[in-house]
């Protein structure tokens, strides 16, 4: 079993609609939770971080933690089809700027 | 925000071959320097941590003869791979933080390696 579940998708939605991206994990040591954007050939770009459970917002993002069930969520409202890219989730036991572990990604498409 | 830069963007070489890829931090000085490679469709494997003037720790299953890293300055970090073969072939990518890790580490835009 990886530490890091996400389901890589392809998730097509329709520009506007709300998304949903998600990440499940099985080590109890990781406090600290990232969401990378990936566009195609190029590094990830940190969107979204994140430390313990909770909820966090930025703009059209928001970021919810779950210890107790060991699940991430990443909500991005009013998609856009610039918003087309793979989206990574991370996370750390120690923080950000050290050792990560990365889910597989999810490819999302918002189409016109 | 802060800038990482690899180069090349993309190389091909031969089978046999060694090929050295380079990451700069341009605008902040890391003291730690990460190396993934990324297969098509799937997440970045953490490869390597390596701290200025100190040897890179390796992942399990990294052979570290065949992946040479140097971090030789506070802004620059190689990844060298020596007798390069087609499963070689990957996206490999750096990416840099500050002393203390803090919240963040900053990527590189990835080199794409093709071993014919």
């Known amino acids: 079993q990886k530490e890091v579940e996400q389901d890589p998708g392809p998730l097509s939605v329709p520009e506007g609609a709300i998304v949903s991206l998600n990440c499940t994990y099985s080590?109890?040591?990781?406090?600290?939770f990232m969401w990378y954007r990936q566009y195609s050939r190029k590094g990830p770009e940190l969107l979204m971080y994140?430390?313990?459970?909770g909820n966090k917002e930025d703009g059209r993002f928001t970021a919810q933690v779950d210890k107790s069930s060991k699940y991430i969520s990443l909500f991005i409202r009013d998609s856009q089809p610039s918003d087309s890219a793979t989206y990574l989730c991370?996370?750390?036991?120690?923080?950000?700027?050290?050792?990560?572990?990365f889910g597989t990604g999810t490819q999302l498409k918002v189409e016109l | 925000g802060a800038v990482v830069s690899q180069h090349p963007s993309r190389v091909i070489c031969k089978s046999g071959t060694s090929v050295k890829i380079e990451c700069r931090s341009l605008d902040f000085q890391a003291t730690t320097m990460f190396w993934y490679r990324q297969f098509p469709k799937q997440s970045l494997m953490l490869m390597a941590t390596s701290n200025e003037g100190s040897k890179a720790t390796y992942e399990q299953g990294v052979e570290k003869d065949k992946f040479l890293i140097n971090h030789a300055s506070l802004t620059l970090s190689t990844l060298t791979v020596t007798s390069a073969h087609p499963e070689d072939s990957s996206f490999y990518i750096c990416?840099?933080?500050?002393?203390?890790?803090?919240?963040?580490?900053?990527f590189g835009p990835g080199t794409r390696l093709t071993v014919l």
């Open positions: 080590n109890s040591a990781f406090q600290y």
């Open positions: 990416s840099a933080s500050v002393a203390g890790g803090g919240s963040e580490q900053f």
């Open positions: 994140t430390y313990s459970s």
């Open positions: 991370a996370m750390s036991p120690t923080g950000g700027g050290n050792k990560l572990t």
